[in-house]
């Protein structure tokens, strides 16, 4: 696999990579549910359908927001319209039911304030899911040179933003010399 980015320090070197094999965060504990139209291309979400609107009225939805895609030079999600007509388009929604919303804040009434918070939680989700499809998860090498020998240090992967790489190494970026 070929590094995205390399870097050097001592006698150390430092590979970026993308991980290749990392796990949809839709199978992660999510606030949200994602339902999108059946497509020929791409299985997005948890709920594929061909009736989305008949699909929701079996959810009592205490949240829902628009789901977008967009389709060139690589994929996006978003909660939010792209605005470009010819290569996106609502797909979906990203919903989160009345009952999971009070399981999820320990709450008996959905306030503004909770449904705020659920909203931002929901257009995280969605961003992650975005980086998933889009193939931006990242993961890191680090070897080292000892008496002619390249010696691995420390490898691990699941990085959705190269500075987390920097971040679990204990490390700034720029203690590192690009290469």
């Known amino acids: 696999m070929e ?6 320090k001592q006698n150390q070197t430092l590979e970026i990579i993308y991980d290749e094999c990392a796990i949809s965060p839709r199978e992660w504990d999510n606030l949200g549910t ?13 709920i594929q359908t061909d009736n989305i609107d008949e699909k929701l009225k079996e959810y009592d939805i205490g949240l829902i927001l628009p789901l977008y895609f967009l389709d060139h030079s690589g994929v996006s999600l ?6 470009d007509k010819w290569d996106s388009g609502q797909i979906g929604y990203v919903f989160v039911t009345k009952e999971k919303l009070k399981e999820e804040y320990s709450v008996k009434r959905i306030s503004k304030k909770t449904l705020e918070k659920a909203k931002n939680v929901l257009e995280s989700e969605i961003k992650t ?22 010696e691995n240090i420390d490898a691990c992967s699941g990085f959705y933003e190269i500075k987390d790489v920097f971040d679990h190494i204990g490390d700034k970026k720029e203690e590192w010399i690009e290469q």
Request: glycine share 6%; net charge negative.
């Open 3 to 8: 590094a995205l980015a390399t870097y050097t």
């Open 34 to 46: 994602i339902i999108t139209m059946n497509q020929r291309n791409y299985k997005l979400g948890e």
């Open 78 to 83: 978003s909660t939010q319209d792209f605005n």
């Open 129 to 150: 899911y975005s980086q998933y499809v889009n193939g931006e998860v990242f993961g890191f090498k680090i070897t080292e040179q000892k008496n002619n020998e390249t």
